[in-house]
């Protein structure tokens, strides 16, 4: 967790000298085995994050579940998640998660405090698993590595990775073996 945590709080200055709206949630308070514990706790983080950084245009959230880091991307207004996993396995294998942010959604939508940033009437969050993302090759658990390099890209560019391959501009799906020296430095 340090290293995710320490890069978070990197990105998290460096998103406040950029003048960006972007937050982020600490990945050593919500992740899958806080979560079979401590539900009540994190229902209740959870939900004054949602209060507390209603004003950031996104919300961050590096998650750990069964030894895979993915991340999930929070926007409050269009009431949306997307989901960046190196692995691609499906957002049906994070559904504790997602519950528990819906659960914390209907709570902040009822409490009154969304001050208008919700422009979709919604009672759950919409979920949408990003495909054209740096792929983890097989065998291998570099998804923190993953996880770091979607936080430097959104923060950096101040939008969501590209949905669309041509965009994205890559030869490869693969990270390339100087990115991880240049994440690590």
Known sequence: ?????SFCRRCSYQCRSL????AFLDPAVVNFNNQLSKEKEIDDYLFNALVKQNGCDHILLPYLSHHHWILLVINIDDSKICVYD?????????????????????????????????AIDATSFRIFENQYIYRQPALTNLCGMYVMWYMLYFVESGHL???????????????LPHVFTALTD
């Open 19 to 22: 003048d960006r709206k972007i």
């Open 161 to 175: 990775l590209p949905r669309n391959a041509e965009k994205l501009g890559l030869e490869t799906s693969e990270m």
């Open 86 to 118: 190196s692995l691609r396995k499906g957002t049906d294998n994070y559904q504790t998660i997602m519950n528990a942010l819906n659960r914390a959604y209907v709570k902040y939508r009822r409490s009154k405090r969304t001050y208008g940033r919700c």
């Open 1 to 5: 967790f340090s290293t995710i945590f």
